[in-house]
């Protein structure tokens, strides 16, 4: 690698200045390459907050456009650190800086920065919630647009955030972000804003830090060699390590996210060409990535070695080259799957087309199985494998090795669905809707000032009393986590007439928290890893319980079970953490999807 490694001549790379973006740029004004600015600084400024840069502005020279005749003057930022030489060789690090058209919840007339309300519930049970899904197409002049639709389809992944980056005609990186569904932050004028042939997108769940909106991705960044965006799929290990130097080195950081760290470790490797400076940073990451790039002339494509994220390939009738985290994104925008992004691969897509490269030594893969079991929408394709299929085999296995005697077969909407149809096949009794799920209700809720119990499962869950009357019951479910959201599932099944209840989980018992990508409670917090199958029976009210058994799914799963990571249900971890918990009370949270509780967000809004 060193061979090809140079240092590059330090580039001035300008931004469109215009009502829906601030432009920074950075010009290193030093003399002799005797002191070079370094670490990174992000901006995040709203529409209504762009009067206030008249102060920030005091402390920067200003500077017009050289060759421009507009009069607008973009900023210099001149920070002038004295660095102490560290294991990372940060101190040959460039200007690097992040910025984007921010999309707050603005006050009428004010300026400043009202918030939606949420109401906080302390209902307990928690499903693994997966960290985001990424999008990135290249070649298509409708790319943003079909961005936007690919993240629909990835809505599923995350839900309190999305953001768009687009490669304008004129070689400029254009940014939308906002804290909402996708159908709230975009809209057709919107759209109208990212114009270009290739984009990249992102959806998340919640995120730590002192504003939400900070943490949505894509992040789009400034450095010596030009502009780049990424979006991130996953969790690393070793964040808080490499942060911590880097900042020891005099790198500024202004979000709580990890993909921050990959953007400085871009910007001060030395390695040539762009793809090079990815590898160079990748080999200082540990744990789970799946990531887009996007510079003002390539998309680029990676995933960790262990491939702990998926990531897919596809291409649309035109030529246009898709990723996405989903093949299920692909199919909504009519691009036929190619094949996986394959572990430690870096795919780079240009007008030459895709060239593939090694990201690192190849480790046995560690694909998280929890994508069949949970994350991943019935429709798609992951790992190679059918998620449907799976997931009927699952319920089919249940029914095999735990059978009972009832009379209608039932799911815990809507992940539990496919594998409850696997049940009833193989057991021969009716499946039935006996849960019904409401799409309307929000996060945000009034409880009344009387307490209903049970409110939040109540308000997403109805029960039909003619299909459970009177019946024996067996109902089906992805996971237990703590077990509090199952006995209210129980209570409410009893309550509507079922005679018995008896659940069947289409996964093994989760004893260990997961580290890479998924937000999971610590280990002394899940019910399996403190109570018997036979006292969370008791403990959620059940006739009966069975969980999938660990040994079956890895039998089914055959020559393929040693590429799945099965560190959730064993406690034994592909790469160790290096910190206690990463992201823990803040991160990627998890919820069952039915109460949706915010307690672990923190101060996650900027007030």
Not at 107 to 132: I, T
Not at 153 to 182: C, D, M, P, W, Y
Request: proline fraction near 5%; glycine fraction near 8%; include cysteine.
């Amino acid at each position: 690698m060193e061979k090809i490694r140079e240092v590059a001549k330090t580039q001035s790379k300008p931004f469109p200045h215009s009502a829906a973006s601030i432009t920074l740029r950075i010009k290193d004004q030093t003399t002799n390459n005797k002191q070079k600015p370094t670490g990174l600084i992000l901006v995040s400024l709203s529409q209504s907050s762009m009067a206030a840069t008249t102060t920030f502005s005091s402390s920067l020279s200003l500077s017009p456009k050289p060759n421009n005749p507009s009069t607008t003057k973009p900023l210099s930022l001149l920070p002038k650190p004295f660095l102490k030489p560290s294991p990372l060789s940060l101190s040959s690090s460039s200007p690097l800086l992040v910025h984007g058209v921010s999309q707050y919840f603005s006050s009428e007339s004010s300026g400043e920065h009202s918030l939606p309300s949420f109401d906080y519930n302390e209902d307990g049970d928690e499903k693994p919630r997966e960290e985001c899904g990424v999008v990135g197409i290249f070649g298509d002049p409708e790319a943003s647009r079909l961005c936007y639709l690919a993240l629909h389809a990835l809505q599923h992944r995350g839900q309190e955030g999305a953001g768009i980056v687009t490669v304008s005609n004129e070689k400029v990186l254009q940014t939308i972000t906002g804290v909402g569904l996708v159908s709230e932050v975009f809209n057709e004028s919107k759209l109208d804003q990212l114009p270009g042939e290739f984009a990249i997108g992102h959806v998340r769940y919640s995120t730590a830090g002192a504003s939400m909106l900070k943490n949505v991705q894509p992040f789009v960044a400034g450095y010596r060699f030009g502009s780049i965006g990424v979006a991130h799929n996953g969790n690393l290990v070793n964040y808080k390590q490499l942060r911590a130097m880097l900042e020891e080195n005099g790198s500024i950081f202004n979000t709580s996210s990890d993909t921050e760290v990959v953007l400085h470790l871009i910007a001060i490797s030395k390695a040539r060409p762009f793809f090079m400076r990815i590898i160079d940073a990748c080999e200082k990451l540990q744990g789970a990535y799946s990531m887009v790039f996007v510079t003002e002339d390539k998309l680029v494509a990676v995933r960790d070695p262990h491939g702990f994220r998926p990531l897919v390939m596809g291409r649309r009738s035109n030529g246009a080259v898709v990723f996405a985290s989903e093949t299920c994104a692909l199919d909504l925008i009519e691009a036929t799957y190619e094949r996986e992004v394959y572990p430690g691969e870096v795919l780079v897509v240009d007008k030459d087309g895709v060239k593939s490269q090694c990201l690192m030594p190849h480790n046995e893969p560690k694909q998280c199985i929890f994508e069949h079991i949970y994350f991943s929408l019935p429709n798609s394709i992951v790992f190679g494998r059918s998620v449907y299929e799976s997931r009927h085999v699952f319920g089919e296995i249940l029914a095999t090795e735990s059978p009972v005697d009832c009379d209608v077969v039932i799911a815990v909407p809507d992940s539990g669905v496919v594998a409850a149809l696997g049940y009833a096949a193989k057991s021969g009794v009716a499946f039935q809707q006996g849960l019904i799920r409401s799409h309307y209700v929000g996060r945000t809720f009034i409880e009344p000032s009387q307490k209903i119990r049970d409110f939040g499962v109540k308000l997403k869950l109805s029960p039909v009393r003619g299909v459970l009357e009177g019946k024996r019951v067996v109902v089906v479910d992805d996971s237990i986590v703590r077990g509090t959201t199952s006995s209210k599932i129980v209570r409410l099944l009893r309550e509507a007439g079922a005679k018995e209840v008896h659940m069947r989980i289409a996964s093994p018992p989760i004893v260990a928290s997961c580290y890479y990508g998924v937000d999971t409670p610590s280990s002394e917090e899940l019910i399996s890893n403190r109570m018997s199958v036979q006292e969370i029976s008791d403990f959620i009210g059940s006739d009966s319980l069975a969980f999938l058994s660990f040994d079956t799914l890895k039998k089914h799963l055959g020559e393929d079970s040693k590429s799945f990571c099965y560190a959730c249900f064993t406690g034994d971890y592909p790469v160790k953490p290096a910190e206690v918990k990463v992201k823990r009370g803040g991160g990627d949270f998890i919820d069952d999807g039915l109460v949706g509780s915010f307690d672990n967000i923190e101060a996650g809004w900027v007030r």
